[in-house]
């Protein structure tokens, strides 16, 4: 099995930036998609972003491409998302997830494409 625990989340104002951290454990795979999703007050969890580590093909959805980069550390099995420019619409619990390939484009940004998440970290932006 796999322990994902995120860290990272805070409190910041329109315009900032906050850099959230996945520390992964346990069965481990450099096979993994690890994926980025949160869940904004009152609605349903969405796709934020995924890394594909065994080539570091990434994803975004539309309404963080040019803001949010996802990237990974192979030495420290670690996923991180640096989000820039944050908007009050980007407030929500942010969880990270991983799975094991194959995926396709389309299924890498479907919740039910993982199997192991984290706990969730708060992210707020103040307006």
């Known amino acids: 099995q796999v322990q994902l625990v995120e860290s990272g989340g805070g409190l910041v104002q329109a315009g900032g930036s906050l850099r959230l951290s996945c520390a992964a454990s346990?069965?481990?795979?450099?096979?993994?998609?690890m994926g980025w999703f949160r869940q904004p007050p009152g609605k349903e969890r969405q796709f934020v972003a995924a890394?594909?580590?065994?080539?570091?093909?990434?994803y975004y959805a539309d309404s963080v491409r040019g803001r949010f980069t996802v990237s990974r550390d192979n030495a420290k099995n670690t996923v991180y998302l640096q989000m820039n420019s944050l908007k009050p619409e980007d407030t929500a619990v942010y969880y990270c997830?991983?799975?094991?390939?194959?995926?396709?484009?389309?299924?890498?940004?479907?919740?039910?494409?993982?199997?192991?998440w984290g706990q969730g970290t708060q992210v707020t932006v103040s307006s």
């Open positions: 997830a991983a799975d094991i390939p194959p995926m396709s484009a389309l299924t890498i940004r479907s919740m039910r494409s993982y199997d192991y």
């Open positions: 346990g069965r481990t795979s450099s096979s993994y998609v």
């Open positions: 890394i594909r580590w065994r080539d570091s093909s990434t």
